[in-house]
């Protein structure tokens, strides 16, 4: 069973301000064990089902090497990163966009969603959007995983 951990947050804690809106507004960093056999891709998702106008798109990365078995931590909005693509966020930017709910609000749920997929996605447009990505991948997962975090303001 795949499995997603990260050395920053655990399962159902809080996102530390670093990777938020409020601090850096850069990506924590992932591990990953436990991949399906097949696997050729992975695609990392973030979203927020609990925003105001529906769930909101933070970042889609795909492209991304199954054998490092890791991610760092650091992408930003724009950040290049060779060997992977990221999409254009709900922010309208390229990248990660890190929690930023609205002041006043519950905290919301932050889902950093891994998909195992059984071949790459080619077909994505230059200024793909991340709906647009999540879509193109729908019939490549093998099997996903979530790590859930929290944050508020």
Request: net charge negative.
């Amino acid at each position: 069973m795949l499995i997603l951990t990260s050395p920053d947050f655990n399962h159902g804690e809080t996102i530390p301000v670093r990777f938020t809106c409020d601090g850096d507004n850069v990506s924590p960093a992932f591990r990953w064990t436990e991949l399906p056999e097949g696997t050729k891709e992975l695609l990392m998702v973030c979203d927020d089902p609990d925003a105001p106008g529906g769930v909101f798109c933070h970042w889609a990365a795909w492209g991304i090497s199954p054998d490092s078995g890791f991610l760092r931590s650091g992408f930003g909005p724009e950040t290049l990163e060779p060997g992977f693509q990221q999409a254009i966020n709900d922010f309208g930017k390229p990248g990660y966009g890190g929690p930023c709910p609205p002041e006043g609000d519950a905290p919301h749920s932050y889902h950093f969603r891994l998909s195992a997929l059984r071949e790459p996605i080619t077909t994505a447009a230059s200024g793909a959007r991340c709906e647009e990505i999540i879509a193109l991948a729908r019939p490549k997962i093998i099997e996903f995983t979530e790590l859930v975090g929290f944050y508020g303001r």
